[in-house]
């Protein structure tokens, strides 16, 4: 496994492969969500490149940038045994060199949702993600449908920008309480731990009123947020009940849907969804 | 030669490319300052790639767009002796599909000379050579100095979004008595042609005087002006000394600089410019 921090190096190998190409983007922190990304990549494609970049440009000013969890030792000995080709570490100031003055903009699929509390959030993720679908020019990419949004997002901007690139979305991966993994559960404390599983309970309620033949949005939000609100630890951002494609809330849900939420659990802030339809 | 109208066949045809790539984009209209382009492709790829697409998103609301200048058979019959390999000739709803919304801009250099009276105009312009790019992922790509500001924010945009692409800049081509080859030019009729030699006069009567000693920004400035205004056709729009890279206007000239200028003719807007250093 090849590990390689500039992006001189990272062409020079990349012309060096001949088959497909996979790209696994992520924050680092791995844990099994992005690994099954990666297993994921491995099956489907001749050369697995794992992205390990925390880009400071989807942080908000009063986000959590500094303090984002990295070990990149521990993620390196993670992605060794399943047969990465190449682990790309660049450096933020290869990212984003002096000068830097270009960005990459979803402009109506970012409004929404994330994009209400997190403005130019994902301005600095597709402008990251355009900057390592440049560099890597994988056959595919890979994304966990965790980042409903992102997903999203990232979809739109792989159409409306020509990209070769075929975009292949991955299940959300849950611990066995069903709390989704991400690399932020690790600022939960014991108490906040066991909390943080009431966004899976809220939207496991609202699907199986949807499976019940439930198909008004506002009842559905409102399942979702009464199951929230037993939980004294939560602090709701928001609960939403969207078109899959085009994120607008829904009046009636007819076709593909998302449940989706942001919650506060203490000073964490958690997201999860699940899809309808 | 090949030509091909989609993105599927584009990129399929991209794949069977085993060499190295050579991208000319253009808006069509062809004349001898985009030949040039293509023969230096020629020279140094193993493929060649020329795109002729007049781009929308690049014209302001009262700029010329439904009247540019368009004869495809014209262009087709230019290219070929050349030994093009490839014609790419996408429909606006192609690469404008419904709900498209992302948009790549470079802020800073955008802003000055031809970004203060078309804004939009680069916005338009990158976005559409990032598509080009993501859709031909060619190694070098071909632009002429004649659009000197627009080299310079594909530089940027190149820098910027980490593209392994070569950006090959080449110089002006001029009809004999100096005006710069422009598609633009068949709107000038037999007087605002002979008047429109004018652009070329003011900015070689102010490069003599740089290279007589000058270095005085505003003295070459005022050269120029003074040249511009004994020409009762000509109404000048802006006349510029500026950093060859930034191009902030100087006070004096140290380093490469670049010397540009819009002026109409009648309703035809004509740019010019040389480099000095």
């Not at 682990?87 to 409004?111: C, G, H, K, N, R």
């Not at 979809?155 to 849950?174: A, F, G």
């Not at 802030?269 to 699940?274: G, H, K, P, Q, T």
Request: with cysteine; aromatic share 8%.
């Amino acid at each position: 496994m090849l590990t390689i921090k500039t992006l001189i190096d990272m062409h020079a190998t990349r012309l060096s492969f001949t088959g497909r190409v996979g790209l696994v983007p992520t924050m680092g922190y791995l844990h099994e969500g992005h690994l099954s990304l990666v297993r994921r990549a491995r099956e489907e494609c001749d050369h697995v490149v794992v992205s390990i970049f925390v880009n400071p440009t989807q942080f908000g000013p009063k986000e959590d940038l500094s303090k984002y969890p990295r070990d990149i030792d521990r993620d390196l000995s993670l992605l060794d045994p399943l047969g990465v080709d190449l682990v790309w570490m660049p450096m933020p100031e290869i990212m984003y060199p002096s000068a830097f003055q270009t960005w990459v903009d979803v402009e109506t699929l970012t409004l929404r949702l994330e994009g209400v509390t997190r403005p130019g959030h994902f301005r600095g993720v597709t402008t990251v993600v355009a900057k390592l679908f440049n560099a890597v020019q994988p056959h595919k990419a890979y994304f966990g449908q965790k980042d409903a949004q992102q997903a999203a997002v990232i979809r739109q901007m792989r159409r409306d920008l020509s990209y070769p690139i075929e975009i292949v979305v991955c299940p959300i991966v849950r611990e066995p309480d069903g709390l989704a993994m991400s690399s932020r559960n690790v600022y939960l404390d014991p108490q906040q731990r066991k909390a943080a599983t009431v966004l899976y309970r809220s939207l496991s309620a609202a699907k199986e009123a949807y499976e019940d033949g439930v198909r008004d949005a506002e009842t559905l939000r409102q399942i979702m947020k009464d199951v929230l609100a037993a939980e004294p630890l939560a602090e709701v951002q928001y609960v939403s009940c969207a078109d899959y494609d085009t994120l607008e809330e829904l009046d009636t849900v007819t076709g593909k849907a998302l449940l989706s939420m942001a919650v506060f659990i203490g000073k964490t802030r958690l997201i999860d969804n699940v899809v309808l339809g």
